[in-house]
Protein backbone atom coordinates (compact mmCIF):
# COMPACT_ATOMS: atom_id res chain seq x y z
CA UNK A 1 0.00 0.00 0.00
CA UNK A 2 1.45 3.36 -0.75
CA UNK A 3 0.88 6.19 0.68
CA UNK A 4 -0.24 9.63 -1.38
CA UNK A 5 1.71 12.66 -0.12
CA UNK A 6 -0.77 14.75 -1.05
CA UNK A 7 -3.33 14.03 1.34
CA UNK A 8 -3.20 14.95 5.39
CA UNK A 9 -1.84 12.88 8.02
CA UNK A 10 -3.88 12.75 11.25
CA UNK A 11 -3.30 14.57 14.16
CA UNK A 12 -3.30 12.39 16.43
CA UNK A 13 -0.06 12.26 18.67
CA UNK A 14 2.57 9.96 17.21
CA UNK A 15 3.84 8.54 20.38
CA UNK A 16 7.21 10.49 19.36
CA UNK A 17 7.02 14.16 21.39
CA UNK A 18 4.29 15.13 18.63
CA UNK A 19 1.40 17.04 19.47
CA UNK A 20 -1.57 17.69 18.01
CA UNK A 21 -0.63 21.65 17.88
CA UNK A 22 2.23 20.63 16.23
CA UNK A 23 0.30 18.26 13.25
CA UNK A 24 -1.06 19.29 9.88
CA UNK A 25 -4.84 20.17 9.34
CA UNK A 26 -7.19 17.39 9.40
CA UNK A 27 -9.56 19.37 6.77
CA UNK A 28 -9.47 17.45 3.77
CA UNK A 29 -8.72 20.00 0.79
CA UNK A 30 -10.90 20.42 -2.08
CA UNK A 31 -10.28 17.65 -4.77
CA UNK A 32 -7.41 18.26 -6.93
CA UNK A 33 -5.69 20.60 -4.71
CA UNK A 34 -2.45 19.92 -2.51
CA UNK A 35 -2.93 19.85 1.19
CA UNK A 36 -1.58 22.97 2.62
CA UNK A 37 0.71 22.72 5.78
CA UNK A 38 0.91 25.11 8.41
CA UNK A 39 4.13 26.05 8.74
CA UNK A 40 7.37 24.40 6.37
CA UNK A 41 6.97 21.67 5.48
CA UNK A 42 9.24 18.66 7.39
CA UNK A 43 10.09 15.51 5.46
CA UNK A 44 11.58 13.54 8.21
CA UNK A 45 8.23 14.54 10.15
CA UNK A 46 5.99 13.99 7.60
CA UNK A 47 7.77 9.92 7.27
CA UNK A 48 7.99 9.45 10.61
CA UNK A 49 4.07 10.01 10.46
CA UNK A 50 3.77 7.86 7.77
CA UNK A 51 5.60 5.09 9.78
CA UNK A 52 3.74 5.46 13.18
CA UNK A 53 0.38 5.22 10.82
CA UNK A 54 1.34 2.29 8.99
CA UNK A 55 2.24 0.72 12.30
CA UNK A 56 -0.69 1.61 14.45
CA UNK A 57 -2.27 -0.15 11.16
CA UNK A 58 -0.79 -3.46 11.58
CA UNK A 59 -0.91 -3.69 15.27
CA UNK A 60 -4.55 -2.48 14.62
CA UNK A 61 -4.78 -5.50 11.70
CA UNK A 62 -3.29 -7.93 14.30
CA UNK A 63 -5.79 -7.57 16.95
CA UNK A 64 -8.92 -7.94 14.62
CA UNK A 65 -10.19 -11.12 14.28
CA UNK A 66 -11.43 -12.51 10.96
CA UNK A 67 -14.89 -14.30 10.95
CA UNK A 68 -13.01 -17.57 10.70
CA UNK A 69 -11.13 -17.53 14.12
CA UNK A 70 -14.43 -15.91 15.63
CA UNK A 71 -15.90 -19.42 14.45
CA UNK A 72 -13.44 -21.84 15.22
CA UNK A 73 -13.24 -20.18 19.04
CA UNK A 74 -16.90 -20.52 19.28
CA UNK A 75 -16.94 -23.66 18.18
CA UNK A 76 -14.68 -24.89 20.64
CA UNK A 77 -16.60 -23.60 23.44
CA UNK A 78 -19.67 -25.35 22.45
CA UNK A 79 -17.61 -28.41 22.25
CA UNK A 80 -16.25 -27.94 25.46
CA UNK A 81 -19.75 -26.92 26.79
CA UNK A 82 -21.35 -30.48 25.04
CA UNK A 83 -18.27 -32.26 26.48
CA UNK A 84 -19.03 -31.12 30.24
CA UNK A 85 -22.62 -31.77 29.68
CA UNK A 86 -22.10 -35.04 28.02
CA UNK A 87 -20.35 -36.10 31.44
CA UNK A 88 -22.08 -34.61 33.62
CA UNK A 89 -25.03 -36.60 32.59
CA UNK A 90 -23.18 -39.66 32.71
CA UNK A 91 -22.01 -38.69 36.70
CA UNK A 92 -25.62 -38.45 37.14
CA UNK A 93 -26.65 -42.00 35.65
CA UNK A 94 -23.63 -43.62 37.52
CA UNK A 95 -24.93 -41.83 41.01
CA UNK A 96 -28.07 -43.13 40.14
CA UNK A 97 -27.02 -46.75 39.06
CA UNK A 98 -24.91 -46.47 42.31
CA UNK A 99 -28.21 -45.99 44.42
CA UNK A 100 -30.30 -47.96 43.04
CA UNK A 101 -28.14 -50.96 43.42
CA UNK A 102 -27.07 -50.10 47.04
CA UNK A 103 -23.78 -50.55 46.48
CA UNK A 104 -21.43 -48.61 49.66
CA UNK A 105 -19.41 -46.00 48.50
CA UNK A 106 -16.32 -47.82 48.87
CA UNK A 107 -17.18 -50.41 45.77
CA UNK A 108 -18.53 -47.22 43.48
CA UNK A 109 -15.47 -47.16 41.73
CA UNK A 110 -15.58 -50.19 39.84
CA UNK A 111 -18.71 -48.87 38.37
CA UNK A 112 -17.89 -47.82 35.00
CA UNK A 113 -19.30 -46.91 31.55
CA UNK A 114 -19.66 -44.74 28.81
CA UNK A 115 -23.74 -44.97 28.20
CA UNK A 116 -26.12 -44.74 30.86
CA UNK A 117 -27.13 -48.44 29.85
CA UNK A 118 -23.87 -49.65 30.40
CA UNK A 119 -23.08 -47.75 33.83
CA UNK A 120 -26.05 -49.89 34.96
CA UNK A 121 -25.33 -53.03 33.90
CA UNK A 122 -21.88 -52.11 35.40
CA UNK A 123 -23.88 -51.19 38.75
CA UNK A 124 -25.43 -54.38 38.70
CA UNK A 125 -22.28 -56.42 38.13
CA UNK A 126 -20.49 -55.24 40.97
CA UNK A 127 -23.50 -55.50 43.76
CA UNK A 128 -23.69 -59.09 42.11
CA UNK A 129 -19.73 -59.89 42.56
CA UNK A 130 -19.44 -57.93 45.81
CA UNK A 131 -23.18 -59.89 47.34
CA UNK A 132 -24.16 -56.79 47.97
CA UNK A 133 -27.85 -57.06 48.88
CA UNK A 134 -30.68 -54.48 49.27
CA UNK A 135 -32.08 -55.85 52.52
CA UNK A 136 -29.15 -57.26 54.55
CA UNK A 137 -29.61 -60.62 56.40
CA UNK A 138 -30.50 -59.51 60.05
CA UNK A 139 -27.72 -60.73 62.85
CA UNK A 140 -27.64 -63.99 63.19
CA UNK A 141 -28.45 -65.45 66.53
CA UNK A 142 -30.14 -62.58 68.01
CA UNK A 143 -33.81 -62.07 68.12
CA UNK A 144 -35.66 -60.36 65.61
CA UNK A 145 -38.02 -57.67 67.32
CA UNK A 146 -41.64 -57.18 66.78
CA UNK A 147 -41.97 -53.88 67.52
CA UNK A 148 -46.31 -53.29 68.01
CA UNK A 149 -47.31 -50.32 70.13
CA UNK A 150 -48.89 -51.51 73.35
CA UNK A 151 -47.28 -55.35 73.17
CA UNK A 152 -44.48 -57.13 74.44
CA UNK A 153 -42.35 -59.29 72.48
CA UNK A 154 -43.36 -62.04 73.21
CA UNK A 155 -46.70 -61.58 72.76
CA UNK A 156 -48.81 -63.52 70.60
CA UNK A 157 -49.46 -60.94 67.13
CA UNK A 158 -53.15 -59.85 68.08
CA UNK A 159 -55.25 -57.43 65.01
CA UNK A 160 -56.82 -54.63 66.87
CA UNK A 161 -60.26 -54.49 65.65
CA UNK A 162 -61.79 -51.25 66.71
CA UNK A 163 -65.66 -52.19 65.89
CA UNK A 164 -65.13 -55.13 68.25
CA UNK A 165 -63.63 -52.61 70.88
CA UNK A 166 -65.89 -50.34 70.75
CA UNK A 167 -68.90 -52.80 70.78
CA UNK A 168 -67.77 -54.45 73.99
CA UNK A 169 -67.15 -51.07 75.59
CA UNK A 170 -70.90 -50.37 75.12
CA UNK A 171 -72.45 -53.37 76.55
CA UNK A 172 -73.40 -53.11 80.18
Not at 2 to 13: G, K, L, M, Q, Y
Not at 146 to 153: F, S, V
Amino acid sequence: MSEDPTTSPSTAPAGNGDTADDAPSTTPPPSGQVPQWEGDFDPERAARLVENLRRDLAEARAKAKTPASEVAELKSQFDALKGELTQSRLDAAKADAIASACIPAHLAAYVSGSTPEEIKASAEKVAADFSVSVDPDPIPGRPKPRLTPGHATDDSAHSFDPVAVAGASRRP
